[in-house]
């Protein structure tokens, strides 16, 4: 009885991931800016993955190591692509140095 619920729950929560990678993608061909289809793209993709990756926890418990080990490095690591994105994307002032102005003289 509660290997079937646990069953019943594992597949609800992959299937759940994998409409959030769905629901993820649809935006992509949408006219928005680049910045906002690459940011609902990784938040979407990043519940979807932990999602599939807590069902399969959940189906297969002996794995539990490696399977917590992609679940943290999968928020780590999709959370630091993020900042970069936006680092990246902010353009930089030529004439500043930090927060004071350069005047050339010449």
């Known amino acids: 009885m509660i290997t079937g619920f646990i069953s019943l729950i594992s597949s609800g929560l992959i299937a ?3 409409v959030f990678w769905i629901w993820g993608t649809w935006p992509l061909v949408g006219d928005r800016s680049l910045l906002f289809k690459l940011h ?3 938040v979407s993709d990043t519940l979807g993955s932990m999602l599939i990756i807590v069902g ?3 189906k297969i418990p002996r794995e539990w190591p490696l399977l917590v080990l992609a ?3 999968l ?3 999709n959370t630091v692509l993020g900042y970069v ?3 990246c994307s902010t353009p930089s002032p030529r ?3 930090g927060s004071q102005e350069v ?3 010449g």
Do not use: E, P
Request: zero cysteines.
């Open 16 to 18: 759940l991931g994998l």
């Open 40 to 42: 609902s793209l990784s």
């Open 56 to 58: 399969l926890l959940l």
């Open 71 to 73: 679940l943290i490095s």
């Open 75 to 77: 928020a780590i690591w």
């Open 85 to 87: 994105l936006a680092y």
């Open 95 to 97: 004439n500043f140095r």
């Open 103 to 105: 005047r050339h003289r």
